[in-house]
T-cell receptor
């Protein structure tokens, strides 16, 4: 597709369930980012991939959060044993490379943990 | 550390009014980029502009214009003759710097713009 796509768009989980959020970046984009956006706030960085390598995961809030990009394209953000404080919009962005810098965002996945 | 401040939480205007959204940033980098994104009610962040700190020329794109002033660390965004479709949350953002940066963005809190007909 032409832009970044994410699925599912909405996810309701019971506390304690595991969830997996998918991101399809723009074709050919080397860099992929995950951000978390709480209601009424700006997005906050979670993790970064350059191709298949996860170069920065400093923003992941706990070891329940795990991200992968095994073939350097599609990425999955997994949250284990979800908690209510995990409720947020999870945004994925991709960019052509380091020098380019412009990140193009997907529509996000809105996660609600009950 | 990078910091972006958007002091205006909410702005409400009537259609056709001009409106300016403020952005002040902090960085130790000598060269850097700055970004503005728009987030309409649909939720997707839409890229509006990227500016290099080398270039302090004001930029105009249709009804949008940007005023970058390095001396005051500000990168303000003006919408001329606002329209209802401009209603959205607007974010200013600054990539991480430091030479080996890969550009992870630090966002401001956002300004909610409501344009009334």
């Amino acid at each position: 597709g032409a832009g970044v796509s994410q699925s599912p768009r909405y996810k309701v989980a019971k506390r304690g369930q595991d969830v997996a959020l998918r991101c399809d970046p723009i074709s050919g984009h080397v860099s992929l980012f995950w951000y978390q956006q709480a209601l009424g706030q700006g997005p906050e960085f979670l993790t970064y991939f350059q191709n298949e390598a996860q170069l920065d995961k400093s923003g992941l809030p706990s070891d329940r959060f795990f991200a992968e990009r095994p073939e350097g394209s599609v990425s999955t953000l997994k949250i284990q044993r979800t908690q209510q404080e995990d409720s947020a919009v999870y945004l994925c962005a991709s960019s052509l490379g380091l020098a380019e810098g412009t990140q193009y965002f997907g529509p996000g996945t809105r996660l609600l943990v009950l | 550390a990078q910091k972006v401040t958007q002091a205006q939480t909410e702005i409400s205007v009537v259609e056709k009014e001009d409106v300016t959204l403020d952005c002040v940033y902090e960085t130790r980098d000598t060269t850097y980029y700055l970004f503005w994104y728009k987030q309409p009610p649909s939720g997707e962040l839409v890229f509006l502009i990227r500016r290099n700190s080398f270039d302090e020329q004001n930029e105009i794109s249709g009804r949008y214009s940007w005023n970058f002033q390095k001396s005051t660390s500000s990168f303000n965004f003006t919408i001329t003759a606002s329209q209802v479709v401009d209603s959205a949350v607007y974010f200013c953002a600054l990539p991480a710097g430091g030479g080996t940066s890969y550009g992870k963005l630090t966002f401001g809190q956002g300004t909610i713009l409501t344009v009334h007909p």
